[in-house]
């Protein structure tokens, strides 16, 4: 489990399978944003995502079209 935290994991978070990492690896099979709509631009234009990686947003105010923007529109995107 790969965290992406730019002030990095509070202590109880601290377990082996869970990782701190500078942007999601290529790989994933799956990426979960979790960040304030008003940062949501910066944070994906910081990755760029496999294909066939699903990428599962809990922001508000972020549409489906925004995701394709961010990254094109064959991308599988789920809002939560």
């Known amino acids: 489990f790969y965290v992406v935290e730019p002030a990095g994991l509070p ?3 601290a377990h ?3 990782h701190l990492v500078e942007t999601p690896p290529h790989d994933c099979e799956t990426i979960v ?3 304030k ?3 949501m631009a910066q944070i994906c234009a910081s990755f ?3 294909p066939d990686t699903l990428i599962l947003s809990i ?3 972020q549409t489906l079209e ?3 923007g961010y990254f094109g529109p064959r ?3 789920i809002r939560a």
């Open 11 to 13: 202590p109880d978070l």
């Open 16 to 18: 082996p399978n869970i």
């Open 33 to 35: 944003l979790a960040v």
């Open 37 to 39: 709509p008003q940062a």
């Open 48 to 50: 760029k995502p496999a």
């Open 59 to 61: 922001a508000a105010g």
């Open 66 to 68: 925004n995701f394709a």
């Open 75 to 77: 991308q599988p995107v």
